[in-house]
């Protein structure tokens, strides 16, 4: 949002996000933007303004956690084993995914629309990522090819396909262990 804009509008945008974030965590993506804009006390075309698509108000409302995930990656970097290091960063992607409704949907993408590496969600997580994988990769521990947007994209995957069990961040985790893991029993 753009400092030059009138208070109001500041205090609009403001509104209308944390009325979002709210009806987000408690309905998902499919949050009603009419709902929003009702609860914000705004009119729907405000809404729209601010935010013209309801992929912008997920990644709006998903910002703090992108962010928070972004320093997680480069905390990580350069620390300890290139593959428990990566590791531990897409579970929390997973566990942020599966905790947060909705930023799931703001990381992957729309049929109609660029691939999920080409959101700015997904583009922040794929840069701060970047040095993780590239050391795993060097070191052997992930298979040639692996790219971030891969790990997103699995990682999305699970949090959808677990969106609706009874207990969806365990049933996410044991699905992303049995991911890493793979099908085969080790030897």
Known sequence: ??????????RNYARILAVAEEEVAAHGSGASLEQIARTAGVGSATVRRHFPTRYALLEAVSRHRIEALCVRAHDLTGTGDSRTALLDWLSDVVAYCVAARGL???LCYDAGSDPVHENACSA??????APLLRRAAQDGAVTAGVTVADLITL???????TEHHPDPAAQADRLFRLAVAGLSPQS
């Open 1 to 10: 949002m753009p400092d030059r804009q009138r208070a109001d509008a500041r």
């Open 104 to 106: 799931a949907a703001a």
């Open 124 to 129: 922040a997580l794929a840069e701060a990522a």
């Open 155 to 161: 990682a999305v995957g699970i949090a959808l396909a």
